[in-house]
C-alpha cells in the first residue's frame, strides 16, 4: 500500500508485491548493495508464454503447441533412429573387420524423405499464416481503446490522445471481459534507438522503431499486473526498460483515468520543493500539468506519485528511492540519461516530497 | 642477392637469431610464404587464438548473469562484452578456421600442389589477420579524442540509428566497421581462390562429379560468399558516409531508415549461418563415411541439397525482422522460405543416417564429435523450424530461446565439426595422432557441458528473458536456470583446456600415425604426412569418388559404379 497501490489491485496481484519487496531489499538505497534476493528464490512468473492472459497471446500458444508437438514427434523419430542404428552397427570386438556392403544411395528413399518433410511443412505454413493473419489483420472495434507508445532510452512514454492523458513506464489499460472484448491498441514508435514492447503473458513483441510507426494490440482477460521488458538493444541500461501493464477492471480504469486527467496537485506544503523543481534544470526534461515545467525529454511527472515504480520499473516508488534517485540516478541505473541533479540535502528532501505529493 | 640483404639485415642481431633456421628465419618464412597448407594453418592458429580470447569473453557474461542482480561487470563492459564476442566469434573465429581447413585441404583433395593464387591466399589472410588486430586495437584507442567508449558496444548486428555518431560517439563503432570491411575483403578473396581451384586446378579423372563432397560444399560456400559479404561491405561503407560525411541512410534523425540496415545486414547475416554450417557439413561428409566403413548415402542428392541450401538462404533473410511491423504479408512469406530450408537441410540428415545404417561404426574421437554433431543439429534444426513459425518468433525472438537456438547450431554443429575435423586431420598435418584418451575426456566433459548451458538456456527464453541484458530482476524465475548455464560454460571451458593440451602435447608425443592412419578414402591420405610443400612428388589420376577405396579393393572398385 505505501507503494501507491489500492487495497484490490494489491491482493490481486499478491504475487508481485512480494516481487516488488525482493527489489525494495535489493536495489533500495544503493546500486552497489549486494542484494539479498537470489535467483534460486521460488518466485512468481510474470513473463510465462505459457501462461497467456489474452487473446494474442493465446493464440501463439496454440500454434506454439502445435508446432512443439510436431518437432518432437520428429525429434523422436530421427534421434531414434540415430540411436538404433548407432547401437546396431557398432563395430564389434571379435567381429571380422571386413568391410559392410558399400550402399551408394536410393532415388525411392531419397523421394520419400524429400516428399514427406515439404508436405509437414505445409501444414506447419498454414498453420502459421492463420495465426499472422488473424493477429495482424483484425478489424479495430470501435471500442477499442488507442493508446500512443513511445520509446525512449530508457523508459516508456504512454500518450492517450483521445482522453488527454500523458505518462511513464506503468501503462493502464482496461481489461476485456472475452464476453465484450475492449481491447487496446498499441500505436508504437521511438524517440532514439530501436527498441521493443514485449509483454510475453498478453502477446507477442512489437519493435517501436524511429521513423516508422507500428501498431498492435493487447486485451487481458484478467484484472491485474502484467510484466515484461525492452526486448531490442537500446542502449547501455536495456536491461532496466521494464514494462508494466496494469489492467483495471472497468471501476478503475474510469477512476485512475479520472485521476491521471486532473492538474497536477499543487499542494501549499510542497511549494518549497516546487520552487526547486522549477528553479533546477528538472523542468527542461520533465513536464508537471499546471507549472512551467514543460520538458518532454524525460517521463511526465504530473502524476508520478500515482506509479509503483520509478526508473521505468526498476525501483519501487517510495520517498526514500526517489529522493535518492535524483541525488545520483546513476546509482539505480549507471547509463541512464538524467544526471545527477547536485542538490543540497535541503533541496533534495524538498523536492523529493514534493514529488511524493503529485498522486 | 636476396641473400645478401638479408644477411645485411640481420647482421646486428644475436648470433642464435642470425644463424640459418633460427627464429628470424622461421619468422619470415611464415610471414613470406605463399604455400596453401602453411597459410591454412596460419588461418587456424589465429582463428584458435581469437575462439580462446571471445570464449573468455563469454565466460565473463556467464559469470556475470549467473544470479541476478550481479554486480560483477558495469552494463557498459557488459555490452561492450557480448559485441565483441558475437563479432569475434563469426568474423575472426569462424570464418577463418573454416576456411584454414579448407585452403589446407582443397588442393590435397583435388590432387593440386596449391591454390589457383597463392599470393591472392597470403594477401586474404594478411588482410583478415589484420581485421582482427583492427577489432581488438579499440580497446585501447577506441576513445578517440572524445574520450567517449573504448570497444564497439552496439551489438554484432549494430542496428541503427545506435551506431550514428549521436548515440555512439567516440571511434569504438569505426574500429568495429573498419575491421569488418577488412575481413571482407579476405573472405572475398578466399572464396574467390577456392572457386578458381576447384574449378580450374583439379587432377587427371576428377570430374566435378567425382569431387569430394567436402570440395563441394567449400564451392558452394565461396559462391555464397561473393553475392552476400557485398552488400554487408556496402553497408558499412554507407555507415561510415553516415558518421563522418554527413549521409543519412541510416541516420533517422534526419530522416533515414532504422530497417534498411536490417535488410543490408541480413541479407549478409543469414546465409552467413549457412556459409559457417556448410564447411561443418563438408567434415561431416568425409568423416562419417571413413568411420562407419561406408560411402557417403546419395551422393548427388547431397550436391544438390547443398546447392539448394545455397540459394534458398539467400531468401529467408527478413525472417530475423518478423517483429519490426513489415504486416502479414511479407511475414508470411518469410515463414514459408524459412520452413522450406528444412528440405534440404532434412534431407542431408537422412543421407547421413543412412551411411551409418548397415555399417560398421569405429567409435574414434573423430566420429564421435560426429554423431554429437548429428544429433544436436537435429535439435538446433527443429527449434529452427520452430522460429521460423513467425507467431511463435514474436514471442521468442531476441530471447534467451533465440541465443540457445542459435548457440546450438554455431556450438554443437559447427564447433563440434571442428573439433572432429581437428582431430581428424591433425595426423595429416602433423605426422601425428592426437591422444585418444584425452580426446575421450574432451569429448565427454563438452558434451556435459553443452548441453548444461544450451540445454537449459532455452528455458529463461520461454520464461521472458530477452538476450543482451547485462542483469535481471530476482523474482522472475530466471536466476535457478541461468546458474546452471553458467556452471556448463565452465564445465566447456575444462573440456577445452583439455583439447588445447591435447593438441601442444601430441605434437611431440603422438604416436606416429603414417600417411592413411584411418584407413581412409580421399587423396589426401596418399601422401605423407605432413605432406611435402609440393604436395604430390607425381600428380595422381583417379577414376571413381574414393580413389583410396579403389587402390585397396581392385576386386570391387568404386568405378565399377559410376
Redesign the interface.
Known sequence: MELGMNPMRFERSLG?G??LD??AH??AGS??R??E??????????????APKGTP?E??LG??VL??SI?TG??LV??G??LY??IR???RPG?D?S????????NQ??LS??VI??LI?VV??L???R???I???TEKPANALDVVVIGH?FWWEYRYPKLGIVTANELHVPMSDPRHPTPTYLTMSSA???H?F?V?EL?????L???????MWIDPERAGLY?????????????KM?IRVYADTPQEFSAWVADQQRVALQSPDAAEGRNVFLRNACANCHTISGTNAKGIFGPDLSHVASRATIASGAVPNTPQNLRAFINNPADFK??VLMPAMHLNEHDLDAVAQYLSTLK | MATHTHAAAVAGLPQTMRRPGGILDVVQDWVTTVDHKKIGLMYIGYALIFLVVAGCEALLMRIQLA???N?FI???AF?RLFTMHGTTMVFFVGMPILFGFGNYLIPLMIGARDMAFPRLNAFSFWVSAFGGVLLYFSYFAGSGLYGAGTAP?V?WFA?A??TERV?SPGHSTDYWTLSILLSGIGSIGTALNIVATTLTMRCKGMKLSRMPLLVWLYLVTSCMVFVVVSPLTAAQIMLVIDRYLGGHFFD??A?????LWMHFFWIFGHPEVYILVLPAFAFANEIIPVF????I?????MVAATVGIGFISMGVWAHHMF???M??DA??FF??ST??V??PT??K???W??T????????ATPMMFS?GF??QF??AG??G??L????????????YFVVAHFHYVLVGAILFMIFAAFYYWYPKITGRMMSETLGKWHFWLFVIGFHMTFDFMHIPG???????????????????W??IVSIGALVQTVATLIFVYNLVRSYKKGEVAGPDPWDAWTLEWSTSSPPPSYNYAELPTVGSRRPLWDLK?PD?P?SN?E
Open positions: 508481485h512480494m516481487h525482493a527489489i535489493g536495489a546500486w552497489h549486494v542484494p534476493a537470489m535467483g534460486l528464490m521460488v518466485g512468481p512468473i510474470g513473463t510465462n508464454i505459457f497471446a493464440s501463439i500454434l506454439s508446432v512443439l518437432c520428429i525429434f530421427v534421434g533412429l540415430l542404428s548407432v552397427f557398432r563395430s567381429s573387420n568391410e559392410p556392403p558399400q550402399i551408394y544411395g536410393s528413399v531419397e524423405w524429400t518433410p515439404i511443412i506447419l505454413f498453420a502459421s499464416a495465426v499472422i493473419f493477429t495482424q489483420k532510452q532514439d534507438t530501436d521493443s514485449w510475453p502477446a507477442g513483441k512489437m519493435d522503431i524511429p521513423n516508422k510507426v507500428n501498431t510484466l515484461g521488458q525492452c526486448a531490442q538493444y537500446c542502449g547501455v541500461q536495456h536491461a521494464l549507471p547509463g | 544470479v541476478p542482480n554486480q558495469s552494463p557498459q555490452n558496444d551489438g542496428y540509428p545506435l548515440f533517422t534523425q530522416g533515414g531508415s532504422a530497417v562407419s566403413r561406408k560411402a548415402f546419395g551422393y548427388p542428392a517483429t519490426v511491423g504486416g502479414p511475414n508470411a515463414t514459408f520452413m522450406v528444412a528440405v532434412g534431407i540428415i537422412f543421407n543416417l543412412a551409418i545404417w548397415g555399417g560398421n561404426i569405429q567409435f554423431l548429428l544429433f537435429l535439435i527443429l527449434t523450424v520452430m521460423a513459425a513467425s507467431p511463435f518468433d514474436w514471442q521468442l525472438g531476441n530471447s520461454l520464461l521472458g528473458m530477452p538476450r543482451r541484458i547485462y542483469t535481471y530482476e530476482a523474482d522472475r524465475g530466471w536466476g535457478g541461468n546458474m579393393h570391387d568404386d559404379f
